[in-house]
């Protein structure tokens, strides 16, 4: 079975500034996704990015971009310029490419990490 | 467009009892997933639903069932419960992607509270 772990249980960093969240995982399949998944206090889970192991490139969605090293099986995530509005529970989730082709299949999440943006 | 919508809000049940909470995908999904978030954890996926059958299910016990309509909103029942039922139930849908890695939409939750 796959695992997710989170190291942060809780991080803070000054407004504008930039901060790197962790996240290792453990699998013995070559092909799966990755996901970083924000959460704020109305509990409504948002996809912040996606990444497909097999690509080598990192992705990028503005001010969010992710370090994927697929043999140390790491998969960070950068947020650059913090914001007021990025205060949140930050998840790291796993999925197997296995059932790819039958939809978004079942998640496997990391406990989150609590970002705090300072002022 | 309305997104994924998820009620009740809240919920407060006894032991042993049982509940049925509700999800209607946004518009356009035919696949619900459901999953379990207790205090301080991430979400634990219960089950996936597409075209009214269970497509893949998570490690839980069968006191957890579901059923999607031809709609395809989506219940989750509980039976017999008990005190570590308590969590938050969050509702996503999509779309049946064949590129894989669809992209899940979630909604607000449910809050079960089992005294």
């Known amino acids: 079975a796959q695992t997710v772990t989170q190291s942060q249980p809780e991080m803070s960093v000054q407004e504008a500034e930039t901060v790197t969240l962790s996240c290792t995982y453990d699998t013995s399949e070559s092909d799966y996704y990755l996901f970083w998944y924000k959460q704020p206090p109305s509990r409504q889970m948002i996809l912040v990015i996606r990444?497909?192991?097999?690509?080598?490139q990192n992705a990028t969605e503005n001010r969010f971009s992710v370090n994927f090293q697929k043999a140390a099986k790491s998969f960070s995530l950068k947020i650059s310029d913090s914001q007021l509005g990025d205060a949140a529970m930050y998840f790291c989730?796993?999925?197997?490419?296995?059932?790819?082709?039958?939809?978004?299949?079942?998640?496997?999440f990391g406990k989150g990490t609590h970002l705090i943006i300072q002022p | 467009d309305a997104g994924v919508t998820q009620s009740p809000t809240h919920l407060i049940k006894t032991r042993g009892q049982q509940v049925t909470l509700r999800c209607s995908p946004k518009s356009g999904h035919d696949t619900v997933s459901w999953y379990q978030q207790a205090l301080g954890q991430g979400p634990q996926f219960i089950f996936q639903y597409y075209e009214e059958e269970e497509r893949q299910r998570g490690n839980f016990p069968d006191r957890f069932s579901g059923h999607q309509f031809p709609n395809y909103s989506s219940e989750l029942n509980v039976n017999a419960l008990l005190l570590g039922d308590s969590a938050l139930y969050l509702c996503?849908?999509?779309?049946?992607?064949?590129?894989?890695?669809?992209?899940?939409?979630f909604g607000s939750g449910t809050q079960l509270s089992v005294l």
């Open positions: 990444q497909e192991a097999y690509k080598q």
């Open positions: 989730a796993y999925r197997s490419a296995l059932h790819s082709g039958g939809g978004a299949d079942g998640l496997t």
């Open positions: 996503a849908s999509s779309t049946l992607d064949r590129v894989g890695g669809g992209k899940l939409f």
